[in-house]
């Protein structure tokens, strides 16, 4: 009989992905080339301070780096943050460093925007969103699913700036920022939780949505 549930449970998780990559390449088929637009390296607030170009945009990275710096000493300094597992560790301080590397990659950027330096505003950020992703799967789906998805998630992540960089195309950026938003909610309840406060991941989705949102409208006028 545990066997019997445990085939179950491993045909209900192949399914799942399945559907999901199904999902994921007919978007991708779907939807037409989404090339930079010319606004997009325009913000709404350019101004200098100190000979600093786009000062705000360059200084309000400095959270990242303390936030990212503090995450990442208290994952390898010890079980601080009380995760049961070594993967999951690895995990989360791939995210804090690649949120430690948000502070770097975003101020290169915005000193002098253009698109040369967008691919280090853009990989950090994605580096960080798939090692979050990945570790939410660790705790709610499994750990070797959740494993094989940190390297996966980061290596499409590599793969959409590339192109992006490539061929002047968002699509696989924009859906893969997209599909924590989406899937988070989604697993939160579908899945059952291995630790509590599980509504911290509700809230962390809809900061990622905010993000996203005021992305799109820090665009100045050509």
Not at 160 to 167: I, K, S, T
């Amino acid at each position: 009989m545990v066997w019997m549930n445990y085939y179950l449970h491993r045909v209900k998780q192949t399914r799942m992905w399945v559907a999901v990559c199904l999902c994921w390449l007919c978007l991708m088929f779907a939807t037409p080339k989404i090339p930079h637009s010319p606004k997009h390296h325009l913000f709404a607030d350019m101004r200098n301070f100190l000979g600093v170009p786009n000062t705000l945009n360059v200084i309000t990275n400095y959270p990242f780096l303390v936030l990212g710096v503090l995450g990442f000493v208290l994952c390898l300094s010890g079980n601080f943050f009380v995760i049961s597992s070594r993967a999951e560790v690895w995990g989360w301080a791939l995210y804090y460093a690649g949120t430690t590397s948000v502070a770097f990659g975003s101020s290169y950027y915005h000193l002098k925007p253009d698109d040369n330096r967008v691919i280090w505003d853009k990989l950090p950020i994605m580096i960080a969103y798939s090692s979050l992703f990945a570790s939410f799967i660790m705790e709610r789906v499994g750990e070797m699913i959740g494993l094989t998805c940190l390297f996966t998630l980061n290596l499409v992540a590599l793969v959409g700036v590339a192109c992006e960089r490539a061929f002047n195309d968002l699509r696989l950026c924009m859906m893969f920022q997209l599909i924590p938003g989406i899937a988070i909610p989604a697993m939160t309840f579908m899945f059952t939780p291995k630790y509590t406060h599980s509504r911290y991941w509700l809230c962390a989705t809809v900061l990622i949505t905010c993000k996203m949102t005021c992305n799109g409208r820090d665009v100045g006028q050509p």
